[in-house]
């Protein structure tokens, strides 16, 4: 079992950079799978990156590719979330997740998931 911390959110204008972190508990965590995923009021938490166990693979949704960047540090059980050029599209709340293997572009597919932080981008 895992236990995920977010952190890093905040206000910013758009066009602005934020960076949010994501400490895992536990001596497991480079055996996971881990992503993150936003959810804006009123819809449904959507996918937003995912990075494999060591992380040498990545994958982004359409709407973060070339903006957003996923890394993890296994020595630390961290993963983070740079995120540059910041639209007000993307305010939401910040979830990162965890899981095995396997798919990993939906909600469902995970099995661990932090409290999420608020990210809010002003025009």
């Known amino acids: 079992q895992v236990q995920l911390v977010e952190s890093g959110g905040g206000l910013v204008q758009a066009g602005g950079s934020l960076g949010l972190s994501c400490a895992a508990s536990?001596?497991?965590?480079?055996?996971?799978?881990m992503g993150w995923f936003r959810q804006a009021p009123g819809k449904e938490r959507k996918f937003v990156a995912a990075?494999?166990?060591?992380?040498?693979?990545?994958d982004y949704a359409d709407s973060v590719k070339g903006r957003f960047t996923i890394s993890r540090d296994n020595a630390k059980n961290t993963v983070y979330l740079q995120m540059n050029s910041l639209k007000p599209e993307d305010t939401a709340v910040y979830y990162c997740a965890a899981k095995a293997s396997g798919y990993y572009l939906r909600a469902n597919d995970y099995n661990y998931w932090g409290q999420g932080t608020q990210v809010t981008v002003s025009s």
């Open positions: 990075i494999n166990r060591n992380g040498g693979v990545t």
């Open positions: 536990g001596r497991t965590f480079s055996t996971y799978l």
